[in-house]
């Protein structure tokens, strides 16, 4: 396995709160991604990285925010968690942007 | 907009019994088409990457081939340790598309 971790890789929340997943890599790779994962719908980006502190959007980015401030880590913060955002979360990483993509294991999140 | 389409959304095989798993796709041009496989509870794993119709690759009881619309994953005398869900994804060639727009995937059961 590529060496990605994601934390925590459960967690249940209440509406309104907000919620921070981790995405940690070991590979020093400059590009990183957040997907989620719905029952009917492929894999969805939400945003991406391509360097520290370099951050654009993806197709479903409304409700997210992103932070990269070291190359190991990126951060998916959702500031008021949603029944909507009930998903499960994925990492994904690469050395660039064109080529293969590696996923971590996921965060699973439930918001009541 | 990018699309793909797989089909079925479920395959039960007999153990050595051969198919094949299709995935169509529509892209304002094909810079790669990528085929994951993902067990339950768990990341997608990195299978295959296509890149020009006519390509070909290979990987234990698993071949992925590639045309100008689809792309099909034979399996060969599968084994029960094959069953999972496999996805595809595609990612357009234009420069500043890093995005990997995924199917929703067929889960394949292989019965003992």
């Known amino acids: 396995d590529a060496g990605i971790t994601q934390s925590p890789r459960h967690k249940v929340t209440e509406t309104g709160t907000p919620v921070t997943l981790r995405c940690h890599q070991t590979e020093n790779h400059r590009y990183m991604y957040w997907y989620r994962q719905d029952p009917g719908h492929g894999l969805r980006l939400i945003h991406y990285s391509y360097g520290v502190k370099d951050t654009d959007k993806g197709e479903v980015s409304d409700g997210y925010s992103v932070s990269r401030s070291k190359t190991e880590d990126f951060l998916l913060t959702l500031e008021s968690a949603t029944s909507s955002q009930t998903s499960v979360y994925f990492c994904a990483i690469s050395d660039s942007g064109r080529s293969t993509q590696y996923f971590g294991p996921g965060t699973r999140l439930t918001v009541l | 907009e990018d699309q793909v389409t797989q089909s079925p959304e479920a395959l039960r095989l007999q153990e050595g019994e051969s198919s094949s798993l299709n995935c169509s796709y529509t892209v304002s041009g094909l810079r790669g088409l990528f085929w994951y496989r993902q067990d339950p509870g768990k990341g997608p794993e990195f299978l295959f990457t296509?890149?020009?119709a006519g390509e070909e690759k290979e990987k234990e009881r698993l071949k992925a081939t590639l045309t100008k619309k689809e792309s099909f994953l034979h399996i060969t005398a599968p084994k029960p340790e094959d069953s999972a869900t496999y996805l595809c994804a595609v990612q357009a060639a234009n420069f500043g598309n890093e995005k990997l727009t995924f199917g929703t995937g067929t889960r394949l059961t292989i019965i003992p």
């Open positions: 296509l890149y020009s």
